[in-house]
């Protein structure tokens, strides 16, 4: 337990995103005991101009003009910094000198407001988190000074065409220079620890009070006429990440089964085959608050995850939602995917999903169903930072 120190925590979401980040959710934790100045990105000029009409740019905008303030008190522990700066759009570069150039004054431009802040705030001995913020971030440990500078990989950045340019040269440089790196899944922190030996895997946090059982009053009516046994996916439809061919061998081999999926399409989804099967269900996107009753009717749960440089190395956040109902879960095999061995069943390819959802279904009993909620419920906010606080204690204990 690390307790009573000063944490500055930067990211790619800002804290007032609409969408979840597990670095807010880190940060909240670690506000429990230490103070946390959380900073949102700076805005560069082409975010700006592009985004101009977006209700939260407009906030950036007003704050900008120093029309609100810059800092604000979240709660007695946590503060939000809007850095009132604007960077150079420099992402897409292709020459890797200018791209340089340009970075360390974009660098200096955010140092220099979150220097102010941690002054106002009388920050001192502070350890640095950066999630995953590759360039913003690069060169804030030499301008800076923290105690202690830690890197967190949570998905594989550089595999995605917008980091790819200089992504791969720069998040292996920062690596390297941060005193240590953490991973939410073993293959990134396998990953890092090509380029610097104190990288660890550090486990993933989930909120999954949501995901009880014992909160289920009904079932939605879009779901509760449909046949059993019920094989389901809830999650975002997207070809880069899902597998169409699983889907459509589980769904040809086995008419008796009903392939229901929850969440929006993309366009490779909405043309494909899977909408001319007549046991496969597409119910569309749901509210959040939802997805535990469209859960709560599956027979099995499945992830058919692609293989590929964006996929292989992700924790998949929604394996834990369906164990913490007690479903039977059947997911593709991958490196990150072993911390689930022997609370899910794990395929090699479409073959064996059939094979295994047969499996699961057959062994399915209250006793299994029990062992998958205990486990899922143990992937606490407060165990994954507790991880963190270990290897942060381990590494200043070492000689200097």
């Given at each position: 337990?690390?307790?009573?120190?000063?944490?500055?925590?930067?990211?790619?979401?800002?804290?007032?995103?609409?969408?979840?980040?597990?670095?807010?959710?880190?940060?909240?934790?670690?506000?429990?005991?230490?103070?946390v100045?959380?900073v949102?990105?700076?805005?560069?000029?082409?975010?700006?101009w592009?985004?101009?009409?977006?209700?939260?740019?407009?906030?950036?905008?007003?704050?900008?003009?120093?029309?609100?303030p810059?800092?604000?008190?979240?709660?007695?522990?946590m503060?939000?910094?809007?850095?009132?700066?604007?960077?150079?759009?420099?992402?897409?570069?292709?020459?890797?000198?200018?791209?340089?150039?340009?970075?360390?004054?974009?660098?200096?431009?955010?140092?220099?407001?979150?220097?102010?802040?941690?002054?106002?705030?009388?920050?001192?001995?502070?350890?640095?988190?950066?999630?995953?913020?590759?360039?913003r971030?690069?060169?804030?440990?030499?301008?800076?000074?923290?105690e202690?500078?830690?890197?967190y990989?949570?998905?594989?950045?550089?595999?995605?065409?917008?980091?790819?340019?200089?992504?791969?040269?720069?998040?292996a440089?920062?690596?390297?220079k941060s005193?240590?790196?953490?991973?939410?899944?073993?293959?990134?922190?396998?990953?890092?620890?090509?380029?610097?030996?104190?990288?660890?895997?550090?486990?993933?946090?989930?909120?999954?009070?949501?995901?009880?059982?014992?909160?289920i009053?009904?079932?939605?009516?879009?779901?509760?006429?449909?046949?059993?046994?019920?094989?389901?996916?809830?999650?975002?439809?997207?070809?880069?990440?899902?597998?169409?061919?699983?889907?459509?061998?589980?769904?040809?081999?086995?008419?008796?089964?009903?392939v229901?999926?929850?969440?929006p399409?993309?366009?490779?989804?909405?043309?494909?085959?899977?909408?001319?099967q007549?046991?496969?269900?597409?119910?569309?996107?749901?509210?959040?608050e939802?997805?535990p009753?469209?859960?709560?009717?599956?027979?099995?749960?499945?992830?058919?995850?692609?293989l590929?440089?964006?996929?292989?190395?992700?924790y998949?956040?929604?394996?834990?939602?369906?164990?913490?109902?007690?479903?039977?879960?059947?997911?593709?095999?991958?490196?990150?995917?072993?911390?689930f061995?022997?609370?899910?069943?794990?395929?090699?390819n479409?073959?064996?999903?059939?094979?295994?959802?047969?499996?699961?279904?057959?062994?399915?009993?209250?006793?299994?169903a029990?062992?998958?909620?205990?486990?899922?419920?143990?992937?606490?906010?407060?165990?994954?930072?507790?991880?963190?606080?270990?290897?942060?204690?381990?590494?200043?204990?070492?000689?200097?």
């Open positions: 337990m690390i307790k009573n120190r000063d944490f500055i925590v930067i990211g790619l979401q800002a804290l007032d995103s609409r969408i979840g980040s597990n670095c807010i959710n880190l940060a909240n934790e670690i506000a429990k005991h230490n103070r100045l959380y949102n990105y700076p805005l560069d000029r082409l975010t700006l592009r985004e101009r009409h977006d209700p939260l740019i407009q906030k950036r905008k007003r704050i900008l003009k120093k029309k609100e810059a800092l604000v008190k979240i709660n007695d522990n503060w939000n910094l809007f850095p009132q700066t604007v960077l150079e759009s420099i992402s897409q570069l292709p020459f890797d000198n200018l791209f340089d150039v340009l970075n360390k004054v974009n660098n200096h431009r955010f140092a220099a407001e979150i220097k102010k802040a941690a002054d106002e705030l009388q920050f001192s001995n502070y350890f640095i988190f950066n999630d995953s913020d590759m360039f971030g690069f060169y804030l440990k030499e301008i800076l000074k923290p202690l500078y830690i890197y990989t949570r998905d594989n950045l550089v595999a995605v065409d917008y980091w790819k340019r200089q992504g791969i040269r720069i998040e440089a920062l690596m390297k005193d240590i790196v953490v991973a939410n899944s073993t293959y990134l922190a396998d990953q890092a620890r090509r380029f610097n030996p104190h990288s660890y895997y550090v486990g993933q946090g989930c909120d999954v009070s949501m995901f009880d059982k014992s909160l009053e009904s079932l939605p009516d879009d779901i509760i006429n449909i046949p059993k046994p019920i094989i389901g996916y809830i999650g975002v439809l997207f070809d880069l990440r899902l597998d169409i061919d699983i889907l459509l061998h589980i769904a040809k081999s086995r008419p008796d089964w009903q229901v999926l929850v969440g399409e993309d366009e490779v989804f909405k043309n494909s085959a899977l909408h001319q007549k046991n496969v269900w597409f119910l569309g996107p749901k509210k959040m939802e997805l009753q469209y859960l709560m009717a599956f027979d099995v749960a499945i992830n058919p995850q692609k590929n440089e964006v996929t292989i190395g992700n998949p956040r929604k394996i834990d939602e369906y164990l913490a109902m007690g479903k039977p879960t059947v997911a593709t095999r991958t490196k990150a995917m072993e911390v061995d022997g609370y899910t069943y794990l395929a090699e479409k073959e064996q999903y059939v094979e295994m959802i047969g499996q699961a279904l057959r062994e399915d009993n209250e006793e299994k029990k062992s998958r909620e205990v486990f899922a419920r143990s992937h606490t906010w407060e165990n994954n930072v507790a991880e963190i606080y270990d290897k942060i204690i381990k590494h200043l204990q070492q000689p200097r």
